[in-house]
C-alpha cells in the first residue's frame, strides 16, 4: 500500500525467481564475507525474474494536478484507477 502526498494507491502482486545457487534472502542487498574457505564462485548467484501486478490509484498528483483543489486550468486527464504492469529482469 502506498500512501502520501503524491500517490494513493493500493497494490498486489507477486514475483516469480529461477536461478542458480539462490540464497535464502536474495533481496538488492549486497553482503561481503571475509571466510578463507570460500572462492568467490561459492557465492556467485544468478537468476531471473518475472512478476505481473495490479495497482489501484485513489489519487496520482502527478496525473491529477494540484493537490489543493485548484482544477480550473482547463487540463484534464482521464484517470484510469486500475493500471497492470509486469516487470521482468536478471540479477548476477
Known amino acids: 500500500m502506498l500512501a502520501g502526498t ?27 564475507s571475509a571466510s578463507k ?21 485513489l489519487y496520482n498528483h502527478i496525473l491529477e494536478g494540484s493537490m489543493f483543489g485548484h482544477k480550473d486550468d482547463g487540463l484534464d486527464v482521464d484517470i484510469e484507477p486500475f493500471v497492470p504492469e509486469l516487470r521482468a529482469g536478471a540479477a548476477l
Do not use: H
Open 37 to 57: 574457505n570460500k572462492t568467490w564462485l561459492d557465492d556467485l548467484s544468478c537468476y531471473a525474474y518475472v512478476g505481473p501486478d495490479i495497482r489501484y490509484y
Open 6 to 32: 503524491v500517490q494513493d494507491a493500493a497494490e498486489l502482486g507477486c514475483d516469480f525467481k529461477i536461478g542458480y545457487n539462490m540464497k535464502k534472502d536474495v533481496g538488492s542487498s549486497i553482503m561481503f
